[in-house]
């Protein structure tokens, strides 16, 4: 089954740039999404199409996704953007879900 | 808006009965996809299955499949998921969400209902 993997945590000071990374076979020829969950909260989407932003999210918010590797970029981080991260993509039959970032701003 | 308002929080003993719904409103409940999620207590995301409410077309990942049921009533707009013997390894909180894209099945979610939590405990 195709999988996808993130790093577990990623730590970032206020108002530097974060860089999540989502690595999975071939995974440039798919389109990738991404997810933010804050404890407590359900998923919210935040880039889709491998690089679009949903209205209301954050211009700080980019993505990239090239070879087997797709990234999430936060730009300016701030304390709010402390969360876990889960990239998604998926096939003619399977969705399927990064193991999820946990994104510490210190 | 479009909207996706789960039933509450059941607390459960193995062995017993469960089906937690999932209801929308905003848009046409038959024209789109419905997913549901699961995430274990202190764990990632994981794709059950989606169910299209215009057929009751229904897709379940091999990870899932035999262990849940998933349903829909189009006359009041509700996606359903079902155990019919649930086990403490059920415990998890379960999100049902749509896909952005009308009437296609794998794309993105754009929205989320608030999670049901499941409990199962002897």
């Known amino acids: 089954s195709y999988e996808l993997t993130q790093p577990p945590s990623v730590s970032v000071s206020p108002g530097q740039t974060a860089s999540i990374t989502c690595s999975g076979d071939?995974?440039?020829?798919?389109?990738v999404c991404w997810y933010q969950q804050k404890p407590g909260q359900s998923p919210v989407l935040v880039i889709y199409?491998?690089?679009k932003r949903p209205s209301g999210i954050p211009e700080r918010f980019s993505g990239s996704n090239s070879g087997n590797t797709a990234t999430l970029t936060i730009s300016g981080t701030q304390a709010m953007d402390e969360a876990d991260y889960y990239c998604?993509?998926?096939?003619?039959?399977?969705?399927?879900f990064g193991t999820g970032t946990k994104v510490t701003v210190l | 808006e479009v909207q996706l308002v789960q039933s509450g929080a059941e607390v459960k003993k193995p062995g017993e009965s469960l089906k937690i719904s999932c209801k929308s409103s905003?848009?046409?409940?038959?024209?789109?996809?419905i997913g549901w999620v699961r995430q274990m207590p202190g764990k990632g995301l994981e794709w059950m299955g989606i169910i299209y409410p215009g057929d009751s077309d229904t897709r379940y990942s091999p990870s899932f499949q035999g262990q849940v049921t998933m349903s829909a009533d189009k006359s009041i707009n509700t996606a359903y998921l079902q155990w019919s013997s649930l086990k403490a390894s059920d415990a998890a909180i379960y999100y049902c969400?749509?896909?952005?894209?009308?009437?296609?099945?794998?794309?993105?979610?754009?929205?989320w209902g608030q999670g049901t939590l499941v409990t199962v405990s002897s």
């Open positions: 969400a749509r896909p952005a894209i009308a009437a296609a099945a794998y794309n993105w979610f754009d929205t």
């Open positions: 905003g848009y046409n409940f038959t024209s789109y996809w």
């Open positions: 071939k995974l440039g020829h798919k389109y």
């Open positions: 199409q491998d690089t």
């Open positions: 998604q993509a998926w096939d003619s039959t399977t969705y399927v």
